[in-house]
């Protein structure tokens, strides 16, 4: 946890950022300087693009759709979105980004989210429900998959709600520890798998003997029993639970300073 937490907060301070930038910017600090990130739309998007404005200049972007060390000016709407390709260093096709860079492992972390996560950090993007008759069908796995199989670690960043923190998934989208330490090595997939869950109410990280998610850090002014009302199996506290360092006002203001494309306004 290094760099993202700290054990104190200042006594009586007052909150002026929401629960969605304590996230944000709890999953940019998780990022280091000179990292190869695959990055996904939306949040994982928001954190990555506000590591690089801060801590990590170094950060190299890479995008599904083949964009290589992008340095969008404002928050694209999606992996096509042209912004990405006019502030790439290079753009490559599809398949090279999937054979080249991301199967071989040559990936240091990938940013992902998802409409549900289970216990194991298996993430479900395809339907809610059973798979034949689904209550809600979703956008489905896009490059997920890969990225969960082969980046070196994965960070997974998500609004902690109980109808998507479940016991377990209604789809495996997404290979997380499958149902405990040894289904990666089983499966035969290249990477650490998640090995952070960043939420707007704490941090979950896997145990280093089940692979179960534990809370490993809670944001300021949230407490354990906010956090398990939102989980949806008995969540587990690390025995040295952290507090999470409260944003400084340089990266509240680069985060508020961010645009989405087409959007005109902070």
Do not use: K
């Amino acid at each position: 946890m290094t760099g993202t937490t700290d054990r104190v907060t200042e006594p009586g301070a007052t909150v002026t950022w929401s629960a969605d930038e304590m996230m944000s910017i709890a999953a940019a600090r998780s990022l280091r300087d000179g990292q190869a990130c695959f990055v996904g739309i939306g949040l994982p998007s928001t954190a990555a693009n506000l590591a690089r404005r801060l801590h990590a200049p170094n950060l190299v972007l890479i995008y599904e759709s083949g964009t290589l060390d992008t340095r969008p000016d404002e928050l694209p709407l999606s992996i096509g979105d042209g912004i990405l390709a006019e502030s790439a260093l290079s753009v490559v096709s599809v398949p090279e980004i999937f054979n080249y860079w991301l199967q071989p492992g040559r990936i240091d972390v990938g940013f992902l989210s998802g409409a549900q996560l289970d216990r194991f950090g298996n993430i479900n993007t395809t339907v809610i429900g059973e798979y034949d008759e689904p209550d809600v069908r979703l956008p489905g796995s896009g490059g997920a998959p890969e990225i969960a199989a082969s980046c070196r670690e994965v960070i997974v960043v998500m609004r902690h709600r109980l109808r998507a923190f479940v016991e377990q998934v209604d789809f495996v989208t997404s290979v997380g520890h499958g149902s405990g330490p040894l289904d990666r090595q089983i499966l035969g997939l290249r990477g650490a798998g998640p090995v952070r869950v960043i939420t707007d109410l704490g941090v979950l990280e896997p145990d280093p003997d089940t692979a179960e998610l534990v809370l490993s850090a809670l944001h300021h002014g949230i407490t354990v029993e906010q956090v398990r009302s939102e989980t949806g199996w008995p969540l587990q506290v690390s025995a040295d639970l952290m507090i999470t360092a409260p944003p400084s006002d340089t990266e509240l203001d680069t985060l508020r300073s961010l645009r989405t494309v087409g959007s005109g306004e902070s």
